[in-house]
């Protein structure tokens, strides 16, 4: 999986880019700058069942092995499923990014 790379927008925005655009998109668009739901995610991770989670455009389902994101208002775009490995790396990622200091110039 490659790296997305993590920056602020002009208006002070957690953004996301890079090759993996669902999973940047879901990072942008639901978890956003909460601290909180990230860490809820990676919470749901650390059990062994299934677990849900539905938020601004994508519906997360957890299984024991994968993790498949689903965007709620356009079935054109493909699911992208993930190991919850990788998609954990990918939170913790995003979560270190949204509490390092934020760079104002």
Known sequence: M???QFYR???GAPRAKGEDV???AFLESDIQDSVEIA???LSLLKLPQEAEFNGNAYSLSIDPKTVCLSNQFDDSIPDRRLS???FAHALE???RFLRAPSQKN
């Open 2 to 4: 490659s790296e997305l």
């Open 9 to 11: 927008d002009e208006d």
């Open 22 to 24: 669902r999973l940047a």
């Open 39 to 41: 860490e809820d995610l």
């Open 84 to 86: 919850r490995s990788d």
């Open 93 to 95: 990622n995003w979560l």
